[in-house]
Nanobody
Framework: VQLQASGGGLVQAGGSLRLSCTTSGRVFNILSMAWYRQASGKERELVARITSGGTTNYADSIRGRFTISRSRDNAPNTVLLQMNSLKPEDTAVYYC?????????WGKGTLVTVSS
């Protein structure tokens, strides 16, 4: 499974960005997909996860501001992360993952920078 994240960039505090993660390769039986982030000098943390059944869960730090969803055209195994009301502390490299048969596959990250 290969994953490609896109949509990162520079935005002012209070602004919005939408990240997209597309998959390719042997993309069957993907049980869940998720977004993680890693800020400079900090450990990687889970931001949001969505299961194949549509169940979502979020980190407390972003709940109410970020939304994880499937793409509108129901492209299989493509997920979005809508990020609103961004804060400088949201600055990080964001990674998407896909879980298949108990194995997490990771894509290269996309950098999100929020200026104050």
């Amino acid at each position: 499974v290969q994953l490609q994240a896109s949509g990162g960039g520079l935005v002012q505090a209070g602004g919005s960005l939408r990240l997209s993660c597309t998959t390719s390769g042997r993309v069957f039986n993907i049980l869940s997909m998720a977004w993680y982030r890693q800020a400079s000098g900090k450990e990687r943390e889970l931001v949001a996860r969505i299961t194949s059944g549509g169940t979502t869960n979020y980190a407390d730090s972003i709940r109410g501001r970020f939304t994880i969803s499937r793409s509108r055209d129901n492209a299989p195994n493509t997920v979005l992360l809508q990020m609103n009301s961004l804060k400088p502390e949201d600055t990080a490299v964001y990674y998407c993952t896909a879980r298949q048969y108990g194995v997490d596959y990771w894509g290269k990250g996309t950098l999100v920078t929020v200026s104050s």
